[in-house]
């Protein structure tokens, strides 16, 4: 849908109502009640005023606390994260804030748990980037709207590493190892890694949802780390690569000081 039609002239409310009707689907008209209310609409047209994309076009993944959209500008495709700020579970992401120092702020309200997670999410795509860890480019964030580079190939987006299994995992798992040493070598953990928050883009490994990454200063920071070597080590063994827990630990543990 385009965005200026939305809110260009006429009362919102009339443009809503007609953007309602043209979404048949009956789950898509769910999700357009849940995810578009008025505000959200506003962050949108900010950000594609400032020309951060052009238009929403369709759903990618619905999710409990958000979904995902493509957009696109002139040349280009861009993927949309919008989060709910009604029906996420803002205990679990005031788990991830608190006690994370880079975000002092400790907030009540639903709206502001939101924005920070957003911000939060925009700030690590940011640090895992300057680590040379592959995840989405960050792009812009307005409210509770998070935008980043489109990960897949002819405007499709890439298949989660669950659905699709890299064909050569003994190299994805290394590759895995050396960015996990990287986060920590830059005091970070993803603190929900699987393989359904890895993309297989065409053979190339992307990390993604990094809302929740902690730094190692985090006092649950052992405890993520230790369930995302848990769960990555587990599904590279059923690959078949000769893993498991403590070899990958030990494999990580000698690739920070090597990659320091
Ligand atoms: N930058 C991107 N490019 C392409 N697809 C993406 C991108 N970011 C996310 N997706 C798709 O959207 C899905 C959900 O994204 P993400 O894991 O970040 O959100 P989530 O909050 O975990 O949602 P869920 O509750 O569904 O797990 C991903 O599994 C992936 O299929
Ligand atoms: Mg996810």
């Not at 238009?55 to 409990?64: A, C, L, Q, R």
């Not at 990960?151 to 499709?156: M, Q």
């Not at 297989?200 to 993604?208: A, F, G, K, S």
Request: hydrophobic share 35%; glycine share 4%; proline share 2%.
């Amino acid at each position: 849908m385009n965005i200026d039609e939305l809110t260009k002239d006429g009362s919102l409310e009339d443009k809503l109502h007609k953007q309602k009707k043209l979404i048949k689907d009956e789950n898509s008209r769910t999700i357009f009640n849940e995810v578009f209310d008025k505000a959200t609409i506003t962050a949108i047209h900010e950000l594609s005023r400032k020309k951060f994309f052009e238009e929403i076009e369709f759903i990618i993944s619905t999710g409990k606390e958000g979904n995902v959209f493509r957009c696109n500008s002139k040349n280009n495709y861009y993927a949309i994260k919008i989060f709910k700020v009604d029906t996420s579970d803002f205990k679990h992401m005031t788990q991830y804030i608190k006690g994370d120092e880079r975000f002092k702020e400790v907030r009540k309200e639903k709206l502001e748990i939101i924005k920070l997670w957003t911000k939060k999410e925009f700030r690590n795509l940011e640090d895992f980037t300057k680590a040379k860890i592959r995840v989405p480019l960050p792009i812009a964030w307005n409210r509770n709207c998070l935008v980043m580079e489109f990960i897949g190939k002819n405007g499709e987006a890439a298949p989660r590493a669950k659905e699709k299994p890299f064909n050569n995992p003994k190299e994805k798992y290394t590759l895995l190892c050396e960015y996990i040493a990287k986060m920590l070598n830059t005091k970070l953990i993803h603190a929900d890694l699987s393989e359904y928050n890895i993309l297989n883009n065409d053979e190339e490994l992307v990390i993604i949802d990094v809302g929740q990454a902690v730094t190692t200063m985090h006092p649950n920071a052992k405890e993520f780390f230790q369930r995302d070597v848990m769960n990555m080590s587990k599904y590279f063994a059923k690959q078949g690569v000769d893993t498991s827990y403590d070899k990958m630990y030990q494999k990580i543990k000698q690739l920070t000081e090597k990659l320091k």
